[in-house]
């Protein structure tokens, strides 16, 4: 269920209730049970729409892409990002499966508390913003780094850059899982389009463009997207609310108007999101390319604002969702279910394509950790140390495809979408958090400390989550634990090794 996540080990869905099953296993065409198809006509106008705007997309970035000759541009785009493009990279990157239809379907099942799970990525990026960004975008210029793996390997050496780059290759398919998965649930929501297939459009997307240009045209591309999600948005909100009178509609059983709720869902999605948001290597590297440290500043502060500003609005619609629709058979149906049924033709097409622009701009997001991670930090790193900058060029737009055709493997096996991305901020959180923030503070650490807190706080998480099933103890969630032991375990090998 939304409130209380399944553990790693077991993500099997399917109960009546819980977000993931019928629409995200694929139901046959025309039987799963969540939306009717019977609006024929306007069902193809809105495939018609998402389809165009699908084309467009890969257009853009195709276009771009053309002047994409080096690893520098495809990498950190020159380092020439300002603040409008670096802004519009970052939330669109932000704001995916999990931020609309997962917080739709949170916001449908419990309430305002939904606020939460983007507010507190908005908070992690806040962080960002004005602790680690402006030292570690000091620290890639002087040294020339393009990947947080070049960081690693600056403060502790190959090994440590290598042992890391692997693990996030494999956590990282998770999260690309779940954008594939929210585009699925669209596809069929609108046309009935099986589960595969809908995985599969969603890859070519955002394949496409991502591999033309890299962090150059997914600018761009986000560019786009980002201003046809905050339309879409801020005017189905409105809408939505009006079609239940107002705020006051939504008053449907005590609390669900509360956005704290006493406290619990609060703290459990700070502790699982808001460090993972501090350090997530997409979005660290996209700090990378920014023009100055004032860019830094200003572009990333903007974006975790606009982040806690966005956080009401796809939780709101879930809730009026709940008021229209209270029986779904899944809460993830709880957006697509409302565009469809409830809103205006022309409101729907632009919702679709909003609920669209997320999911794919947060997958090229993942391309682009996936591509930089093996193209630089193995492979030029340990395979082919003499690599050519074209030979380097050619593996990233390689392994960007492979990723691209491995998450959607991923999304047609898995069933959910926030328990796909509570995988990936799970261990996120744990393999990346003690490691890049004592690389920005201290010069004096090595490798054994690196290697201590990766691998006490990974196996902790892990054992943690399948002996609780994922709940932890009390505000103490796994991926808490997993980070204090990873902490704890960095600070003994560091007092160990500084006394001998």
């Known amino acids: ?109 419990r309430g305002l508390v939904g606020w939460w799970w983007v507010g507190s990525a908005g908070l992690g990026t806040l962080l960002l913003a004005f602790w680690v960004g402006p030292r570690v975008w000091r620290l890639a210029k002087e040294h020339d780094l393009q990947t947080v793996g070049d960081l690693l390997e600056l403060r502790y050496g190959g090994a440590v850059r290598g042992v890391v780059a692997v693990l996030l290759w494999v956590t990282t398919l998770f999260v690309l899982a779940a954008q594939l998965i929210a585009v699925a649930i669209v596809l069929q929501s609108v046309a009935g389009i099986p589960k595969v297939y809908g995985c599969l459009i969603g890859g070519i997307v955002v394949s496409a463009y991502f591999t033309a240009g890299g962090l150059l045209s997914s600018a761009w591309v986000n560019l786009v997207q980002l201003v046809v999600l905050t339309a879409g ?33 609060a703290l459990y999605y700070m502790a699982l999101l808001v460090p993972a948001f501090i350090i997530s290597p997409g979005l660290v590297q996209k700090v990378y390319g920014a023009r100055d440290e004032r860019t830094v500043r200003i572009a990333v502060g903007a974006a ?81 140390p003499d690599a050519s900058d074209a030979d380097v060029l050619r593996v990233a737009r390689g392994a960007a495809l492979v990723g691209g055709l491995l998450g959607v493997v991923f999304a047609i096996a898995f069933e959910t979408i926030i328990g796909a991305l509570t995988v990936f901020y799970s261990f996120l959180s744990v393999l990346f958090f003690v490691p890049v923030i004592a690389a920005l503070y201290t010069r004096r650490a090595g490798a054994p400390e690196a290697f201590a807190a990766v691998g006490l706080g990974i196996p902790v998480l892990i054992v943690v989550d399948v002996m609780t099933a994922g709940r932890g103890f009390g505000i103490w969630n796994p991926t808490l634990i997993g980070l204090l032991v990873s902490g704890g375990a960095f600070i003994s090998v560091f007092a160990v090794r500084r006394k001998e």
């Not at 947060?362 to 193995?378: C, E, H, I, P, W």
């Open 304 to 384: 975790g604002l606009a982040l806690m500003v966005f956080a009401f609005l796809p939780v709101l619609l879930g809730m009026v969702a709940r008021v229209h629709f209270p029986d779904l058979s899944t809460q993830a149906l709880a957006l697509p279910t409302l565009l469809v049924r409830e809103m205006p033709i022309a409101l729907g097409c632009l919702g679709l394509a909003a609920v669209f622009s997320a999911e794919v701009s947060s997958a090229d997001a993942v391309l682009f950790m996936l591509s930089t991670s093996l193209s630089r930090d193995l492979y030029r790193r340990f395979v082919r």
């Open 233 to 265: 948005f801020v005017w189905i909100v409105p809408a939505a609310l009006d079609s239940v009178g107002g705020f006051s509609g939504l008053t449907i059983e005590t609390g669900y108007t509360d956005i704290w709720q006493g406290g619990g869902p």
């Open 1 to 109: 269920m939304v409130g209380r996540r399944q553990p790693i080990h077991d993500r099997r869905a399917g109960r009546r209730g819980d977000v993931g099953s019928d629409l995200e296993r694929g139901a046959p065409r025309g039987e799963h049970r969540g939306i009717s198809l019977g609006r024929g006509a306007s069902l193809n106008l809105y495939l018609v729409a998402i389809l165009g705007y699908s084309g467009l997309l890969i257009v853009i970035g195709l276009l771009v892409g053309r002047g994409v000759k080096s690893t520098d541009t495809f990498f950190v785009a020159g380092r020439n990002l300002g603040p409008v493009l670096l802004f519009s990279t970052l939330l669109a990157a932000n704001i995916g499966a999990g931020s609309t239809m997962g917080a739709a379907g949170i916001g449908y099942a």
